[in-house]
């Protein structure tokens, strides 16, 4: 059974949104602070975390960028905030997906199946392990079904869509991928992400794998077009 962990302080709202998820066949743990939810973490093992933005003790602090520094589950906000600003600065500190209440109960659901899909798919044997050994200015290797990133040998912790950006760019070396191409290869067409995303999301890849994340080497803007990767 699935588990999620739904981190919200509004009990009405909070009693709802567990209660229907139940009954749509989840294992629900529901809890009120940011740091309740964060001890929940070791002791239920969720798959997924709903997260709201405005706890009582996480005063200006974005909650996604505390619970990134404990897991790298996929994490969707539900919040009343609405201002793009507000979801951009949320997805590039770690959040999966973003969505503005009031919502559909039934979209939620989907937003949740998407997400879990994207980020427990097993890819094909042949494809569990991908390896550059010694090409290009670093080197780097991706595995794909532990989802880690490597440089020069070091794990380096991704949040889902910046595993799945490197993923994209890694599998077509050289290859220039539009923001366009990258957001709808990201997150679909019914999932909240832009192309200004796109921008953040590698902005904050750089700063993990370059050496110089101002002249970059290995993942190259393309004026006017987007990304690609260079190898060598």
Known sequence: MTKLLVVEDDIIFGDMLSLYLREEGYHVTRVQTAAKGIAELQASAPDLILLDLILPDTQDVNPCVLYRQHTSIPIIVISSETKVSMKIHSLTEGADDFICKPFSLQ???????????????????????????????????????????????????????????????????????????????????????????????VTNLRKKIEENPKQPEIIKTVWGVGYKLVMS
Not at 113 to 138: H, M, W, Y
């Open 107 to 201: 979209e939620l659901k989907a937003r949740i199946e998407t997400v879990l899909r994207r980020t427990s798919a097993k890819p094909a044997e042949s494809e569990q392990q991908e390896q550059v050994p010694g090409e290009g200015p670093r080197r780097i290797s991706l595995n794909l079904e532990s989802r880690h990133l490597f440089i020069q040998g070091d794990m380096i912790d991704t949040t889902f869509s910046e595993f799945e950006i490197m993923r994209l760019l890694f599998n077509s070396p050289g290859k220039v991928f539009s923001r366009e191409a990258l957001v709808n290869n990201l997150r679909g067409f019914d999932s909240f992400i832009n192309e200004r995303s796109i921008d953040f999301h």
